[in-house]
């Protein structure tokens, strides 16, 4: 972002990275879709490009904008959120340990699960509430420990600073996955993390049409690993998806303020409503990890989780009726979303490993949009009322 004269987040959404264009004076960075740049000679580069694989201005100035958004000096991106969260796993080695907490996405646990672990990489999922337990099951060859926070599904809220704490002492290093809540309401490397980690899908873009990842770190030495696997592996997104994920973060800290006032209102509904045993979301008292929440968040966030009194086939009944709210996967569009973890984002965990983690048959997801608060109570108040009637 060079000298740019502010460092107010909702001003770098907009202009961090992306001066205006010096050949036309285009106020919107231009997609550079060339696959290839000419040089002056071997080695000779003309604007710092050779090959858009290693390097594209359309991706430079995304990375340039995540990087000042979460406070750091370089930012990587990457082709999805998986695909950045499987770089950062690819900077370990053979033999080393990562320390993951247990409530974490479900594409996280397959790459660790089913992917890494037969190549000698070992993870352990622990509930890391108490950063204590964390202390306690670090071993000599951990190297990363890995935090969602809100996680994903149960928006457990996990303490940076400590944890991060704890992972320096013994030699490691805590990267946060960052998703869901953006850098506009929680910023990991101010509170001690090394990395932060993004699936730009979801907030960053905010209009369910492109797929992407980032990684952002101020470690001079990591990032330079990491945007040698970027290169060496290729998982890099296209110069048009960095442009949507651009557009979508300018207007990211409107759309979040959105996104938590409508869900602080459904939240406190959805706690009244007879047919919700429990409601899992940060902004409420009754979260028990609501205090923390509010030191280390400037927000609660647009995500809620709740527990349904009824059946399967009452929870299945509440999705359908639905009008306003989409059944899908995914989450941080504008457009409202839910979905039931145990047999969609989550149905990759084993069933006693979900069950474990209170991931039941009654619990559904809610990602809230940017629709009329009023409309999306009425269209929950619509889906209740058919479980009510299905038996």
């Avoid at 004076?25 to 090959?51: N, W």
């Avoid at 979460?70 to 082709?79: H, P, R, S, V």
């Avoid at 932060?196 to 797929?211: A, C, R, W």
């Amino acid at each position: 972002m060079g000298s740019f004269p502010s460092q107010s987040l909702d001003t770098l959404c907009i202009h961090a990275g992306q001066e205006p264009d010096l050949a036309t004076g285009a106020v919107m960075t231009p997609i550079v879709l060339a696959t290839t740049f000419a040089q002056d000679g071997p080695g000779a580069l003309r604007g710092g490009y050779e090959y858009s694989r290693a390097g594209n201005p359309t991706r430079g100035a995304l990375e340039q904008c995540l990087a000042a958004l979460e406070g750091g000096k370089q930012g990587i991106a990457f082709g999805s959120g998986c695909a950045a969260t499987t770089a950062v796993l690819l900077t370990l080695r053979a033999g080393d340990h990562v320390l993951v907490c247990d409530d974490v996405y479900g594409g996280t646990f397959r790459i660790l699960d089913k992917v890494l672990a037969q190549f000698g990489l070992e993870a352990t999922f622990l509930d890391m509430t108490d950063p204590k337990r964390v202390e306690a099951t670090m071993r000599p060859t951990t190297r990363l420990v890995w935090v969602e926070t809100p996680s994903n599904p149960m928006l457990k809220i996990f303490d940076i600073a400590a944890i991060a704490e704890i992972a320096r002492a013994r030699g490691a290093i805590l990267a946060v996955d960052n998703t869901f809540a953006t850098p506009m309401l929680q910023r990991p490397l101010d509170l001690g993390a090394t990395l932060t980690v993004h699936s730009t899908t979801k907030y960053l873009n905010g209009h369910s049409d492109v797929i992407g990842g980032a990684v952002v770190t101020s470690d001079d030495a990591l990032a330079e690993r990491l945007h040698f696997v970027q290169k060496a592996v290729g998982a890099v997104p296209s110069p048009f998806d960095c442009y949507l994920v651009l557009r979508g973060l300018k207007t990211l800290a409107v759309r979040m303020d959105r996104h938590v006032a409508s869900a602080r209102t459904l939240a406190a509904w959805l706690e009244r409503h007879p047919q919700v045993t429990k409601v899992r979301y940060p902004g409420l008292p009754s979260h028990e990890s609501h205090a923390l929440a509010g030191r280390q968040m400037r927000g609660p966030g647009g995500m809620i989780s709740f527990e349904h009194r009824g059946t399967v086939a009452q929870a299945s009944a509440f999705l359908r009726a639905l009008r306003v709210f989409a059944c899908a996967e995914s989450l941080g569009g504008v457009e409202s979303l839910a979905e039931h973890p145990a047999s969609m984002t989550h149905a990759s965990l084993p069933q006693a490993a979900r069950q474990a983690l209170g991931i039941g048959d009654g619990l559904i997801r809610l990602s809230i949009g940017l629709e009329d608060v009023g409309d999306l109570t009425e269209d929950l108040g619509r889906g209740f009322s058919a479980a009510r009637g299905a038996s």
